[in-house]
């Protein structure tokens, strides 16, 4: 099998340290969190207190200033466990690096280091019942008060929403700008006029809470404004490729770890006087899917490396995320197969991984708009190419 080249002893060395803390501190309570439908607080603290939030987080703010192999190391590790609570991506990946990338000294300071430790969790808001992937059709509106923004509107589907302490909130400015009048602001959710909504009843992902969100009339100071007035939609399109490379990794993952443990249910089960690992379908069933997660594999390990230099664009993670995507679904439907009605049965994870997989193909935006931008992209090529001849 090919080897990965990604990691040195380092990366390895946490990659222990993360394993050995969802062995101690998330496996044993895991089923429990399901049924709540949301982890304890202590469990982010005792996260913080090993290192594992916001690794890339620099020194002056709390953080480990690790490359960002680390932070997949525990994206991987999460994923390759089957636990799907807490929502450490969301605020790791995405928060913490909103605030690194866009923040003031002020904000930062006031919020990295208390999400490195685990004392603040952060949550990305920008979903709303009317505008999923199209997120120039927001309608949660900010509105200036002479030195402060009140915010009204409604968001959903928000990961962490029953627990976080600040918002990446998405609001219009400009309600007749488009684009142009998305502006971002931090949310402090202690404000007056925020309220948490219901925790959703999902199909999957059963530990991490996921909730409705509510602002009446929410006054934040103009300080709070993360970047520029109007410049919320370019700032975000400038993270969309790493939030959708994080969904690859976690799909590779998935995919490979999977595989494995359905080779290792298939060798031992029998049925009609042999295993169901003998039958010429299963072997091949899962020869076609252990090739498909070693190219998928390959690359995503590739577009991080890309992403570590500065080089991944929007096509490229447009592409990992459509594929690595399908191929998550695909797998955990065909090894489910193989375990007949077992595998119909919560107890097994093949039942946990089928469940939760299928929001892959939804989160970070959907495979139909991966395609229009990939397609997108290919015409654009051809009519330049065109042009130039």
């Known amino acids: 099998m090919i080897k990965r080249t990604l990691f040195n002893e380092d990366h390895e060395a946490f990659r222990n340290t993360v394993r050995r803390f969802i062995d101690n501190e998330i496996a044993p309570h895991h089923a429990q969190w399901e049924k709540d439908g949301i982890v304890p607080r202590d469990v982010w603290l005792k996260a913080g207190a090993a290192g594992m939030l916001c690794c890339t987080v620099p020194e002056a703010y709390g953080g480990l200033e690790a490359d960002y192999l680390f ?3 525990v994206f991987e590790e999460m994923a390759r466990s ?4 807490p929502g450490f991506l969301i605020h790791c990946d995405l928060v913490a690096t909103y605030i690194k990338s866009f923040g003031t000294e002020a904000q930062k300071r006031q919020w990295l280091p208390k999400m490195v430790k685990g004392e603040a969790i952060g949550s990305l808001g920008m979903t709303e019942p009317h505008a999923g992937s199209d997120l120039k059709a927001i309608r949660t509106r900010a509105v200036r008060d002479g030195d402060d923004f009140v915010i009204s509107g409604q968001k959903v589907f928000i990961s962490n929403g029953q627990m976080c302490d600040v918002i990446v909130l998405a609001t219009k400015t400009d309600s007749s700008a488009g684009a142009k009048g998305v502006t971002l602001f931090l949310v402090d959710t202690s404000l007056p006029g925020f309220r948490r909504g219901q925790n959703l009843d999902k199909l999957g992902m059963k530990a991490q809470d996921t909730s409705e969100l509510f602002f009446d009339d929410v006054r934040v100071p103009a300080s709070a404004m993360l970047g520029e007035e109007g410049k919320g939609f370019e700032l975000m399109m400038t993270k969309l490729a790493q939030e959708r490379l994080a969904q690859a990794i976690r799909s590779a993952t998935v995919a490979e770890t999977v595989v494995d ?15 169901i690992g003998d039958f010429q379908n299963t072997q091949f069933k899962l020869a076609e899917l252990k090739t498909e997660a070693v190219i998928g594999r390959q690359f995503t390990d590739a577009c991080i490396a890309s992403f570590m230099k500065g080089e991944l664009d929007a096509v490229d993670a447009a592409m990992a995320k459509m594929w690595l995507s399908n191929l998550h679904c695909k797998v955990v439907d065909e090894c489910l197969q193989l375990f007949g009605g077992w595998g119909y049965m919560w107890e097994y994870p093949i039942a946990r991984a089928y469940a939760d997989a299928r929001i892959v193909k939804i989160a970070g935006g959907s495979i139909e708009v991966m395609k229009h931008i990939i397609g997108r992209k290919l015409f654009a090529d051809y009519r330049s190419g065109q042009s130039a001849g």
């Open 71 to 73: 932070d997949v190391v």
């Open 82 to 85: 089957g636990f799907t609570g």
């Open 261 to 275: 443990y359905t080779v290792a249910y298939t060798a031992e089960r029998k049925a009609f006087g042999q295993t």
